[in-house]
DNA sequence: ATGGAAATTGACTCCGGGTCAAGATCTGGG
DNA sequence: CCCAGATCTTGACCCGGAGTCAATTTCCAT
């Protein structure tokens, strides 16, 4: 147990630094990656560049990822889970309920889309452009992994009796997603500092408050109903 | 005004003959771009091939649509307009309000989906998948064209009182369009025979009655709310 | 050291979008 | 009927980038 030499040229031992470094080797190149697609997205990235910026070889891109595809997706699962989930969120927040922690998570957009924003750009890309078979591995993905946690945050708010348990789940979470998707593209639409994040909705005059009203169009949905007889 | 040779001539005459040819190779080409896409996806589908099966060289396919995703588009907008608009539903149904409206037109779907399985595909590969600048002039042309007059609808839906008015109507209309395509999604995964749309939603087991919990979810997010007396 | 397994490389193939000079077709006038 | 010029059409060609694979290097156990 002594650190310094391999202790005893153990096989386990010198299998497992190897993968390591394989491991690490390929999280270098995902976050190369990463970079890469959110400047110059999908179509725009070149699988050689990616390798130069990571140090290693177009050959080792392909046999670590498969395809330009694989690499994507690589790249866009390390994006997702860049974000956190709704339920990290402070537990001061947690106890507001369930619509007070999604309005914090919507607040809190700009400042985290501009401290992250390759990954955000990434999930952008992923969510809206790809081929149909890579959007497949996608969607399954993200119904796999629920990187954010949509499905706990809903449960949460069901407990909670804050959110409607008259029907499934699914439609309830799609509704949440989108939601959250659509309050993003308003959010960026209006910041005041185009520069970034640009070109991607050209200035529809956004109206203040979009934001505000898109959540309470998802309250009115999925809001426990008001009992009949009251 | 002697049908028969061309009367006398005249260069206008003559100018818009060629028009009329330009204009029918023009919707030759889209159409059948749209069945190549419908079948083999924007990455799949060769510019080669539609030229072939439109009986044009690939030249021409340039020089009319500029690029692939030139042409893409025009067979998106085309596919977009094999569609009727929601108001085109029979009067007998229109009477029964807006709801009634949504529901027979998602009813009417799987048939709509069989008669047109290639304008369909291309819609749903339209908006799922395509670089961000193509995806932002397909947002850009549904946006400015409604192809299916959700707007409208909606307008309507508000003039008899069923749809709420206290919100802007940007949101009721994203929100109705969402509907609609998962819908659609729910009943595409549903549909018996998964033959002809097979392939992009694995048959996660969709409970029946899925689409009517998109519609109450839709209803309890966009009906007039009750008054808060009652 | 050494044999061999595994990782790595980058020159190469292949394919398809896009171009453009050459040729075909059309138009109007003589 | 024929010609000149304009316009349309063609398909051989170019080019860039995804993906391959034989050769080479690295690594490890003995």
């Known amino acids: 147990m002594i650190p310094g030499q391999p202790a ?7 299998l497992a630094r190897s993968r390591d470094r394989q491991l690490a080797k390929r ?9 890469e697609f959110a400047a ?17 070889s177009k050959g080792a891109i392909f046999g670590y990822f498969g395809s330009k595809a694989g690499l994507f997706l690589a790249a866009y699962q390390a994006a997702t ?34 401290q992250a924003w390759a990954p955000y750009r990434v999930v952008l890309i992923g969510s809206y452009c790809s081929d149909l078979g890579l959007k497949r591995e996608i969607d399954t993905y993200m119904r796999r992994a629920d990187p954010y946690g949509t ?5 949460f708010g069901q407990r909670r009796g804050e959110v409607r348990t008259d029907i499934d789940v699914e439609p309830i979470i799609a509704l949440v997603d989108w939601t959250f998707d659509r309050c993003q593209d308003v959010i960026v639409a209006t910041e005041p500092d185009p520069g970034i ?6 200035s ?10 898109f959540v309470q169009l998802l309250r009115s949905a999925i809001a426990v109903p008001a009992e009949p007889g009251r």
């Not at 005893?8 to 010198?14: L, S």
């Open 8 to 14: 005893q040229g153990d096989a386990t031992r010198a």
């Open 27 to 35: 999280a270098k190149i995902t976050a190369v990656a990463m970079e």
């Open 40 to 56: 110059h997205g999908y179509e725009g990235t070149r699988a050689e560049a990616v390798a130069l910026a990571a140090g290693v």
């Open 81 to 114: 889970l860049a974000f956190g989930r709704y339920l990290d969120a402070p537990p001061g927040i947690l106890a507001g309920g369930f619509f007070a922690t999604l309005t914090y998570w919507l607040e809190h957009t700009p400042g985290l889309m501009r």
């Open 151 to 155: 499905a706990d945050f809903v449960r």
């Open 197 to 202: 994040l640009s070109n991607l909705t050209q």
């Open 204 to 213: 529809a005059v956004v109206r203040p408050g979009s934001v505000e009203q």
